[in-house]
């Protein structure tokens, strides 16, 4: 096979650079599709329940509601639905730090090299700051896990978003470095362009979660069969 | 036969357009004419006879204890005779096939792989042709049956409407089914609240089951009378069916709810109205509804 | 590219280096599967003792069960996972990319296993054929525990008189015994056959990410050692689907299992990606769709599901776990979570993970069938319909699992139509396979005559399947016996001996010798004959009204249960036999030629044993698979009748 000399080659196998990046966009798009299928999961866990409001346990106990919760347990706690802007924050949070990545992706297929650097720099940076204040908002959450069903889910839709910040972290602390080294560069930024397809899906990833815990908070079934009783609420 | 489609063409001793195939009939007698095809066909009917005692053998391991019960039951049972029926022309097929390859057409064996002697028939259209439009046919066939079946044996079986919804008839019996490790409860609202645990039905009386769970998931089958529906801790399921014959059958619990799920069993009795009427009065249920 | 000047021979081309770091694979020298198991145990006994000393020994959890108990084994458990994959060197090449540290050619040689002799079986190989014997040796001890707790299973069920297990015991074992079956069956014909075979059929080096492969395989490993330790912990007494509530009541054991497949469902998507992506990208030049043999199809395809699915059990356990040690109210019905969810999500994976074990042994048939028959696959387009319209059914199916659970009864309609309209493409795969025996001059190998096994096998699982996809024949069957007798002719019956047949057929290639023949037909039929057997009887049992997961029923059930006991010893036995003969042919088998079958298949024109790379010239691919076979005889008869009216008799 000879080589070709415009194309770097791929130093393990021998193969050309872009037969590499086409395999691994491949690659990409089956993981994402395994993410896709993990963030269903959460989203149909929350919207399930909240569609069925099983025992009327769906909203914690403290909660406003426009309707007359009975819940077989007696409220013990205060806790109350989660406020919905820091959810569109975080969001914000993670979609400039894709910009970010975008740009440096731009940039160094320009071959601007200290253009690619600032954006994952910066990408990473800001992915950082997601983190924490992803964080943030899991604690100071006016409710515990032990709340209903929609603290859970809320809980373990923003565990996921933590899950993804840290992959994100490490991700992009890779890039930034390889970036720094001179690894991606004007002939070969493969690595650069799946890392933003990566983080385009993890937005659509927090969108879904936003939209959730905004439009989807109160249960329309105000109704459920009480545990243990053989008769609806009313 | 004489020759047909005189087609107009420029010449008249032009050679029959557009080929000179012969007329289908004639291919397929002279594919009939063929050994195999023969031996194929004829072992698919005797497979087929063969494997037809099985759709009354099913019946009869179902019927073991006094079913059916019901009308419910009685269809499910002819559903179970009519799938026999309709699966097994493709099935004796296949085992024809199956048996052909081993006695019909030639083996041989050896360490080294043999010549190649077989023919090189990469497909057949007549043959896909023929398998998709019977086996779309006879799924088609076995849908429509059972949408059908599922339609009518819901109206049958009141299967939803809720606990809160269900209308005042004098005739029908409401019993609350409740499942819990590992014992069956059935309470009879319409009698005063009178709870057993063993189920008591009056024949050719329609029942409304609502059916909960106080713990984990339980199902409440009720064998002989074909109804069957989760106890779920949470929820209120309902079922409903008219049992049809008086006798003594058996409630299991047909999920796995722990370590004595393999002892939640009770009896059913059906009674004759009166005897159920007495039985209950005995019970102390007056008559509320 | 980088200022490294240094240059290697690669497969003919000189292509520059980056610079190497210490001697080929680096740290990878030192790190095996004992510095694995070192890093596996010590971490979780670090874990462990941390945590024990950290949790209050009064602390509750939403569960029965103490939490000092809870706290710890999670601990363990997930020291155990880090602590493996640390110790073995899994995390190497992220912190290697991550630090620029890019690999060498011999770097990449090295983790292939070069020179390495049978080390390479104990360490973080990325040869795809390692990775595959690596898989043989696991399947068949996973599923030989399997078959073992099967053993116990039906000495209760035999011995009616009396209780040989405590009940919690009992349950325990068919737990067990489900879930180590399901992940056995999931992995016989993906992990050996699709790892080892599938690269050198599509004229490949390796698979598309090595490092991914060698992940997926040892995942599974420490998957396996949760499963096992769970056993110690009180076991996994819901059955291998765990509905909840009752999964709430288990004891710590429950914990295992949920780590068990929150991590094997990572082994299998990590695996899935590697495997679809090598078949989309890395075929042979001039290897068109319309040139790719079958089995890509299918293992293609059972990625595809895996990879869709797997998350949704993956997250169910996740959503689970954090039930039972948040106090999280998923699915507990109390506060809100619904038993609903649970069988939704699991379903979700549970349907199409049917497909992902029956579409690669089907495959596998339709790559023996022909060579065997020496005739081409009957309608190859037939065959690639049916895969595809098995894959795309396969997700619309699942709550025919829920037809009983009063979940949403308006629901059944439409289930019960795609359950009925997918057993269609299924009969595309049954014609395809008897369309090839037609009028084929069989040469009786043993993989082949396996093939009638599964065809006789599947029909009878198939029609029993459209049984229960009838909602009011299902309003009978569910939860009986039945079912289990009908899941077990489709995973066993036909899964299985496919895969056993699989297994004979590739066996000259995997380990060099030949199979003997002789004692392994001998197991293959006494283990096909107990099968019928037993599972013929437990169709009886089940239409006589016999609940599943029971261990003491009524007297009525006592014949069909002696009668199917008896067969599952018998099938024991086969089955014994037939590893025995494995076993001994591995050893002390004849040595096999490169091509003992005569088969035109790319991976049969590489020398025994495949080479590393495996082919010194990349190949480019002419023709259409299974281009065996002579012309037809009858097709002189037809021609010699078309253009001659006369002949045609009138």
């Not at chain 3, 969810?341 to 790559?367: D, K, T």
């Not at chain 3, 659970?405 to 019960?416: C, E, H, K, S």
């Not at chain 3, 599947?458 to 909602?471: A, N, P, R």
């Not at chain 3, 494995?582 to 096999?592: L, V």
Request: aromatic share 12%; charged share 10%; glycine share 10%.
């Amino acid at each position: 096979m000879s080589a070709e000399t415009q194309q770097p080659l791929y130093p393990t196998t021998g193969e050309p650079i872009s037969t590499i990046a086409r395999r691994a966009k491949a690659g990409l798009w089956t993981l994402i599709v395994l993410d896709v299928s993990g963030t269903l999961a959460l989203i149909i866990s929350y919207t399930y329940l909240w569609s069925l409001n099983v025992n009327d346990g769906w909203a914690p106990p403290g909660a406003d509601l426009t309707y007359d919760q009975t819940n077989a347990l007696p409220a013990k706690s205060d806790a109350t639905f989660a406020v919905e802007w820091p959810f569109w924050a975080i969001l914000g949070i993670v979609i400039l730090a894709t910009l970010a990545m975008w740009f440096g992706y731009k940039e160094i297929k320009r071959g601007n090299h200290a253009g690619l650097i600032i954006g994952t720099g910066l990408a990473l940076v800001i992915t950082i700051a997601g983190l924490v204040a992803q964080w943030i908002q899991i604690t100071t959450f006016p409710f515990g896990s032990g709340n209903g069903a929609y603290a859970s889910a809320v809980l373990l839709l923003c565990a996921s978003n933590i899950f993804h910040f840290g992959m994100l972290t490490f991700l992009l602390l890779g890039i930034f470095n390889r970036a720094r080294k001179g690894l991606i560069n004007k002939a070969v930024h493969f690595q650069a362009q799946l890392m933003s397809y990566w983080m385009v899906w993890i937005c659509i990833a927090f969108l879904l979660g936003a939209i959730c815990t905004t439009f989807f908070v109160e249960s329309p079934n105000t109704d459920p069969a009480i545990f243990g009783s053989f008769t609806q609420k009313s | 036969m004489s020759t047909t489609d005189v087609r107009p063409t420029g010449q008249p001793d032009e050679p029959e357009a557009p080929t000179n195939r012969p007329p289908s009939m004639h291919r397929v007698k002279m594919w009939i004419r063929r050994p195999y095809a023969r031996w194929i066909m004829v072992l698919t009917v005797l497979i087929g006879f063969l494997l037809m005692p099985l759709a009354w053998l099913l019946l009869a391991a179902m019927n073991q204890t006094g079913a059916p019960a019901s009308e419910v039951m009685k269809d499910i049972e002819q559903t179970v005779f009519v799938f026999t029926m309709v699966s097994i022309p493709i099935t004796a097929f296949v085992f024809a096939v199956l048996v052909y390859s081993l006695l019909g057409w030639k083996h041989v064996s050896g360490d080294t792989p043999p010549e190649d002697e077989s023919p090189a028939i990469r497909s057949n259209t007549i043959g896909v042709v023929l398998w998709t439009v019977v086996s779309s046919v006879l799924a088609f066939f076995l849908v429509v049956w059972g949408l059908a079946e599922l339609a009518q044996i819901t109206a049958n079986s009141y299967g939803t409407i809720p606990a809160d919804e269900q209308p005042e008839d004098k005739q029908a019996l409401i019993v609350n089914v409740t499942g819990q490790q590992w014992v069956w409860t059935f309470e009879y609202p319409q009698y005063d609240g009178l709870t057993t645990e063993t189920l008591y039905l009056a024949k050719d009386r329609p029942v409304y089951f609502n059916v909960t769970s106080k713990d984990v998931i339980h199902n409440f089958w009720a064998v002989e009378l074909g109804v069957k529906i989760d106890a779920n801790p949470g929820a209120i399921t309902q079922t409903g069916v008219t049992p049809n014959k008086t006798g003594t059958f058996n409630v299991r619990c047909a999920e796995l709810c722990g370590m004595h799920h393999a002892y939640m069993e009770t009896a059913i009795q059906v009674l004759e109205p009166k005897a159920f009427n007495s039985w209950a009065r005995e019970m102390g249920g007056g008559k509320t509804s | 590219m980088s200022t490294a000047t240094a240059t290697a021979n690669v497969f003919g081309t000189e292509v520059p280096q980056p610079k190497q770091h210490g001697k080929p694979g680096g740290i990878m020298r030192r790190l095996n599967f004992g510095t694995g198991l070192i890093g596996g145990i010590g971490l979780a006994t670090v874990a462990g003792l941390v945590t024990n000393a950290l949790t209050p020994s009064g602390a509750s959890t939403a569960t029965f069960a103490p939490a000092a108990p809870e706290y710890v084994y999670l601990a363990v458990l997930l020291g155990w996972v880090i602590g493996f994959m640390a110790g073995i060197g899994a995390f190497i090449g992220p912190i290697r990319w991550v630090l620029g540290r890019d690999l060498t050619h011999a770097d990449a040689e090295y983790m292939a296993g070069k020179d390495l002799g049978w080390k390479r079986y104990f360490k973080f190989t990325t040869d795809h054929k390692v990775v595959g014997i690596q898989y043989l040796v696991m399947t068949m001890v996973i599923l030989g525990f399997g078959g073992l707790l099967a053993m116990l299973i039906r000495t209760e069920l035999g011995v009616t008189w009396a209780e040989v297990f405590s009940p919690s015991f009992y349950n325990s074992l068919i737990g067990t015994h489900g879930i180590a079956m399901i992940i056995g069956m999931i992995i016989v014909v993906m992990g050996p056959i699709a790892n080892f075979i599938v690269p050198i059929m599509i004229g490949a080096r390796d698979m598309a990410f090595p490092r991914l492969n060698a992940l997926s395989f040892w995942l599974l490993f420490v998957a396996a050692i949760c499963l096992i330790s769970s056993l110690f912990m009180g076991g996994v007494q819901d059955g291998w689907s765990v509905y909840y509530p009752l999964g709430a009541q288990a004891p710590p054991g429950m914990l295992g299992y949920q780590m068990t497949i929150i991590v094997f469902a990572l082994s299998t998507g990590v695996a899935s990606v590697n495997l679809m992506v090598t078949i989309l990208t890395m075929r042979a030049k001039g290897m068109t769709w319309s040139r790719t043999p079958l089995l890509v199809f299918g293992v293609f395809a059972s990625a595809l599901m895996g990879l869709y699915a797997f998350p949704f059990y993956q997250y169910s356990q996740i959503l689970a776990l954090s039930d039972r040690i948040f106090n999280t109210s998923f699915f507990d019905p109390l506060e809100g979570g619904s038993v609903w969810l649970y069988e939704n999500l699991f379903w979700l994976l549970g349907h199409p993970e049917v497909y992902v074990i029956i579409i690669p042994s089907a495959a596998v048939l339709m790559e023996i069938i022909p060579v065997f028959y020496r005739k081409p696959l009957f309608s190859f387009n037939f065959a690639v319909a049916g895969i595809v319209g098995v894959v795309a059914l396969s997700g619309l199916v699942w709550a025919h699992h829920m037809y009983m659970t009063g979940w949403a009864p308006a629901v059944n309609y439409p289930f019960m139509l795609s359950t009925e309209m997918i057993s269609i493409p299924v009969g595309f795969l049954v014609l395809v396979v008897i369309g090839t025996m037609w009028r084929g001059v069989v040469w009786t190998r043993l993989p082949v005559m396996a093939v009638y096994a599964v065809i006789f096998n599947k029909m009878i699982g198939g029609v029993t399947g459209i049984y229960l996809s009838d909602v009011p024949v299902d309003q009978y069957m569910h939860g009986s016996m039945f079912v289990v007798a009908h899941f077990h002719y489709m995973l066993m019956g036909a899964g299985l001996f496919g895969a056993m047949a699989g297994v004979a057929f590739y066996f000259p290639k995997m380990t060099g010798r030949m199979l003997d023949e002789r004692t392994g037909s001998i197991g293959l039929w006494t283990a096909f004959i107990g099968f019928q057997i037993t599972f013929g009887s437990m169709f009886v049992a089940g239409l006589q009204g016999q609940p599943r997961r029971v261990l003491q029923f009524d007297n009525l059930f006592n014949i069909s249960n002696w009668i199917s006991t008896i067969g599952a010893y018998t099938i024991g036995i086969g089955m014994l036999i037939f590893l025995g003969a494995i076993i001994s042919s591995w050893m002390y088998g004849d040595k096999a030629s490169s091509n003992p079958w005569g088969s035109k298949s790319l991976e049969w024109q590489t020398p025994t044993p495949v080479p590393l790379e495996n082919f010194e010239v990349l190949p480019v691919v002419t023709e259409r698979p299974y281009d065996y076979g002579v012309p037809d005889p009858y097709q002189k008869e037809l021609d010699a009748v078309d253009g001659d009216l006369e002949k045609v008799g009138k």
